[in-house]
């Protein structure tokens, strides 16, 4: 797989959901492509299926129709190990909501994609309390998700999305439950992988100034005819 090729790139992707007269047709044949290392954010108002896109993209879902090309290779045809294993190897996933186990404390769901992918225990703690140092929550590496706000909760779940390395991050409205610090810190981590380790983004937020920060604006549109455009 060609290192020139873009880290990700969607065409003419369609999805809808129900079937019949019930069926409501959501994205409605979206191309978009990312290079690698940079950083952009989606934008658009609620309901418009931005969480969708970002299912599609993570491969967390199937499009109606269109293709997708991550890191050099076509997944249409993957068999499901074949897109666990991706997912695991180029992708980190912030979810809208987080998604944290609850019977595992804040190092322990930062360290279990690790665990997951083979690492031992001991490495595997280490890169969870570097993680949680970098989001600010070294103090909470053994609190549980429900001993913790809903703004640490999200920065555990950046934590995580982070904890392989991955090349391409997905976050949807990382900094949705945030006060303007946490928010920023998020932010700046982000803008540090970018900087220092060559990470592609794709950042679904409300927050323009962050949208703003970013190298490119994908902006979503709910009128017929329209659809997406760039900023
Ligand atoms: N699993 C689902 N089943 C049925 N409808 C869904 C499902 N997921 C999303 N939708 C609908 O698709 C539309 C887009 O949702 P979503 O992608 O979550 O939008 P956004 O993230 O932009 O707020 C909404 O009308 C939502 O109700
Ligand atoms: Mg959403």
Do not use: W
């Not at 290079?35 to 970002?54: C, D, F, W």
């Not at 609190?143 to 991050?169: C, I, N, T, W, Y």
């Amino acid at each position: 797989m060609s290192e020139r090729s873009p880290i990700l790139q969607a065409v003419e992707l369609s999805k809808g959901y129900g079937e019949g007269e019930s069926f409501v047709g959501v994205l409605r044949g979206i191309s978009l492509e990312i290079s690698r290392g940079e950083m952009v954010a989606v934008i658009g108002p609620s309901g418009v299926g931005k969480s969708t896109l970002l299912h599609l993209l993570g491969l967390l879902d199937r499009p109606d129709s269109g293709r997708i090309e991550i890191d050099g290779r076509h997944v249409e045809n993957f068999r499901p190990s074949e897109r666990a294993a991706l997912r695991n190897r180029v992708l980190g996933f912030v979810f809208q909501h987080h998604y944290l186990l609850d019977e595992l404390d804040a190092r322990e769901n930062v360290a279990l994609p690790l665990r997951i992918s083979g690492r031992k225990a001991g490495p595997a703690e280490s890169r969870a309390t570097e993680l949680l140092e970098q989001v600010g929550l070294r103090e909470r590496a053994h609190h549980f998700p429900d001993q913790l706000s809903g703004g640490e909760q999200q920065r555990v779940a950046v934590a995580r999305a982070l904890a392989m390395h991955p090349k391409l991050l997905l976050a949807d409205e990382p900094t949705g439950n945030l006060d303007r610090e946490s928010s920023e810190q998020v932010f700046e981590l982000i803008c540090r992988l970018h900087r220092e380790e060559g990470l592609s983004s794709i950042i679904v937020t409300h927050n323009r100034e962050i949208a703003e920060r970013c190298d490119r604006i994908i902006s979503l549109s709910r009128i017929p005819g329209v659809g997406e455009g760039e900023i």
